[in-house]
């Protein structure tokens, strides 16, 4: 990847001020296409959840209340705060045809659709069944999860980072640097030059001696 790439990726995107947010990463190449510079789409109106309400998170096991897949329970797969949406995998799916033109039928492909948070609910996994919960704090002072039917503590799923690796579960490979070493002092600095650090270790000796020179 070329260095503009990198810092393009790392540049934060600037929205314009009637953006609709939608299932694709904001500055994203299908982002664009849905939201086009110049368009002005209608405005959706989403209900204000505040940071310390919020619930949901990558990860957790809900059920599906309403709707075709009612009844259903599956996985998060992302979350999307700016429009109260949770996206389950494998659940409340549509079919539709991509790459379509004159000339080509298209791809028919499935994917899911996001749900409101108010048409899910967060499962209980001590009996596997959904239950509305609670922020509390234990005596610890750790803010957690509490189910009102059951009581108890529903363990929050470890944050997965924007590369889908969970740094909890992350076992080192043959090919990965273990701490360990990336630790390991291996250089000790000096104040001699690169070349004068090689002549010593080489045991070269330089009898020559730079003439005076005076530059005013």
């Known amino acids: 990847m070329r260095l503009s790439a990198v810092r393009a990726l790392a540049q934060k995107v600037e929205l314009p001020r009637h953006y609709r947010y939608g299932m694709n990463r904001p ?24 940071d310390h309400d919020w ?34 995998e494998g659940l409340n799916v549509h079919y539709r ?7 080509y039928p298209g791809t028919f492909v499935a994917s899911e659709a996001p749900l409101l948070v108010k048409d899910v609910s967060l499962v209980d996994p001590t009996d596997r069944n959904p239950t509305e919960v609670q922020w509390r704090y234990t005596e610890e002072g750790e803010r957690v999860r509490v189910s ?25 490979g043959p090919k990965d640097t273990s701490v360990e070493a990336a630790l390991e002092k291996t250089y000790t600095p000096s104040l001699k030059t690169f070349q004068e650090e090689i002549m010593q270790l080489q045991g070269i000796v330089e009898p020559r001696r730079f003439r005076k020179s005076y530059w005013y």
Do not use: C, H
Not at 36 to 49: A, D, L, M, Q
Not at 97 to 103: H, L, M, N, P, R
């Open 97 to 103: 045809y991509v790459g379509k033109t004159a000339v």
């Open 55 to 88: 619930k949901f998170f990558q990860g957790d096991t809900v059920q599906i209340l309403s709707g075709k897949d009612a009844g259903k329970q599956g996985r998060v797969a992302q979350v999307i705060r700016q429009r109260n949406w949770v996206v389950l």
């Open 148 to 172: 009102l039917r059951t009581g108890r503590i529903i363990p929050q799923p470890p944050a997965v980072r924007e590369d889908g690796i969970v740094p909890e579960q992350w076992t080192d």
């Open 27 to 50: 500055g994203s190449v299908a982002d664009k296409m849905k939201n086009p510079p110049g368009t002005r789409r209608r405005k959706i109106y989403v209900e204000p959840i505040a």
